[in-house]
């Protein structure tokens, strides 16, 4: 079965703490992206890629950055937490197919920066 | 840019009753429409999708979305919903055009409640 897995259910952090959220896949997909769920808001994308090392930002990449080194690993760092940061961080991938693909996404993080 | 619209903020019907989730778009162009489903603590799961042809698509669990180009909907529809049905939906697009550009535009939601 396809599986996108995210490293923690649950965070908590502190304000200023430097945050890793992990994802990994194992479905060889090529593009993996990162986005945070808020209640009204729906789902807001920060960052995506399409291959290994490469990144592109998407539409709320602020206070945020992401690392890509192999394939199936794409990580959402927050430099320095913020409160405004606290979310629900949804990671998903796909293969190719010009964009008709589903997204597979994992379980979800639910960050609490206090 | 594309954008979603999702009017309803919550949806209640009785177990058995047809069950209508609202989406409309705006992109340029043919869109790719989506939608996803998430249940109580768990991750979202793909429903149907819209690519090209009958307008009409069919998907998981039994629902069903209707393409509309002239009206700019998707809506969801399940003709018997179950109490299992109450979840979180989302409706998403894509414009086609660019062939490596796989951002999604997700709505807000629309919550589900199902009642017995």
């Known amino acids: ?114 | 840019a594309q954008s979603v619209a999702q009017p309803e903020d919550q949806v209640n019907v009785a177990e058995g009753n047809p069950l209508t989730v609202k989406c409309t778009y705006s992109v340029s162009g043919n869109p790719y429409l989506f939608w996803y489903v998430q249940y109580p603590n768990r991750g979202l799961q793909f429903l149907l999708k819209y690519i090209t042809g009958d307008n009409l698509v069919k998907g998981s669990y039994g629902f069903e979305a209707e393409f509309n180009k002239s009206q700019t909907s998707f809506h969801l529809k399940k003709p018997s919903a179950l109490v299992s049905d109450s979840a979180l939906y989302f409706c998403a697009v894509r414009p086609p055009e660019r062939s490596n550009d796989y951002k999604l535009s997700f709505g807000a939601g629309t919550t589900v409640t199902v009642r017995a």
């Open chain 1, 1 to 114: 079965d396809v599986k996108v897995t995210q490293s923690s259910r649950y965070l908590v952090k502190r304000t200023g703490e430097k945050v890793f959220l992990e994802c990994v896949q194992d479905m060889d997909h090529e593009n993996m992206f990162w986005y945070r769920q808020d209640p009204g808001l729906g789902l807001r994308l920060i960052y995506f890629s399409y291959d290994v090392k490469m990144k592109e930002k998407g539409d709320i990449p602020e206070g945020y950055s992401v690392s890509r080194e192999k394939k199936e690993r794409f990580s959402l760092i927050l430099e320095s937490a913020s409160t405004n940061q606290t979310s629900m961080y949804l990671c998903a991938s796909t293969t190719g197919g010009g964009g008709r693909s589903k997204l597979f996404f994992g379980s979800g993080t639910q960050l609490s920066v206090l």
